[in-house]
């Protein structure tokens, strides 16, 4: 049985201040470990610490945004591994679509960024997923495939362990316009099966697969109680206690259920 993932990334939202206060309420929601669901949030770098505070001693993790895959020097503007390591950070989100089509990163900067995290000792959410017009054009699963093939390159079944991926149609991130529960499980069902034929039908098994864009409270249970879906990436909805902490339930009730 795979555990639920839900993850709220904060993108660039929140000062330390609301941060520590919403970061504060899903401790709250969460003071212990449970079996069937964990519990990340992704604040922006600025706010890690004062985050890492609020929740630490309860169940929630905490996890960046984005990193950089040299482990230090002349890189103005970036964060790397064991910055955000030391900051107690456990997981990193790699190769969001915003990353990919507002900052013009590609699979291959994905890919090296995947391989720094993994050595450094970070679990990563490894984003992908079509536009729009990839999707209308029927070419859904193909830009999956090179994704999912150029994003893990070169990386063991060992590795490939502490990742989670995060199926994010481009066109459903922040529009209000949810993937139906068909499309999400379809492309789940296609990745699975990608890294079933990629490394094998076991590990493909384990891997935890998270839908991304739009979930809402009215979504969540519907989307996350299909077969191949197993926890979600929140973005918008991750930024109130009342809308973030009803869709960690819906994953509860159904891993409890
Ligand atoms: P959204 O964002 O929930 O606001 O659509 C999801 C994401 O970008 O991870």
Redesign the pocket.
């Known amino acids: 049985m795979r555990r639920f993932l839900v993850a709220g990334?904060w993108k660039m939202n929140t000062d330390r201040a609301s941060g520590s206060a919403l970061a504060g309420a899903l401790a709250e929601n969460s003071p212990s470990e449970e079996a069937g669901v964990e519990v990340l949030v992704c604040p922006p770098f600025t706010g890690l610490e004062s985050v890492g505070r609020a929740i630490d001693g309860s169940a929630v993790q905490l996890g960046a945004q984005d990193v950089y895959f040299e482990p230090g020097g002349a890189f103005t503007g970036e964060i790397s591994v064991e910055m955000l390591t030391d900051a107690g950070c456990g997981y990193v989100i790699i190769g969001?679509s915003e990353r990919r089509n507002v900052l013009g990163e590609d699979d291959e900067v994905a890919n090296r960024k995947v391989k720094a995290a993994l050595a450094g000792g970070l679990k990563v959410v490894l984003c992908v997923g079509e536009l729009l017009s990839q999707r209308e054009a029927g070419n859904t699963e193909w830009v999956l495939d090179l994704q999912m093939a150029g994003s893990l390159a070169d990386i063991s079944e060992d590795d490939a362990k502490n990742i989670v991926i995060a199926y994010?149609p481009v066109w459903?991130?922040?529009t209000g316009v949810t993937a139906t529960t068909e499309q999400a499980e379809s492309a789940h069902l296609h990745l699975r099966n990608w890294v079933s034929g990629h490394y094998n039908s076991e590990f493909a098994d384990q891997l935890r697969i998270l839908y991304?864009?739009?979930?809402k409270p009215d979504n969540a249970e519907a989307l996350m109680s299909q077969p191949n879906v197993d926890g979600a990436?929140?973005?918008?909805?991750s930024l109130k206690p009342d809308l973030f902490i009803p869709i960690i339930d819906a994953a509860r009730s159904l891993a409890n259920g």
Do not use: C, M, P, Q
């Not at 990436?233 to 909805?237: E, I, K, R």
């Open positions: 990334n969001h994010e459903a991130i922040g991304g864009g739009s979930v990436l929140v973005g918008g909805a």
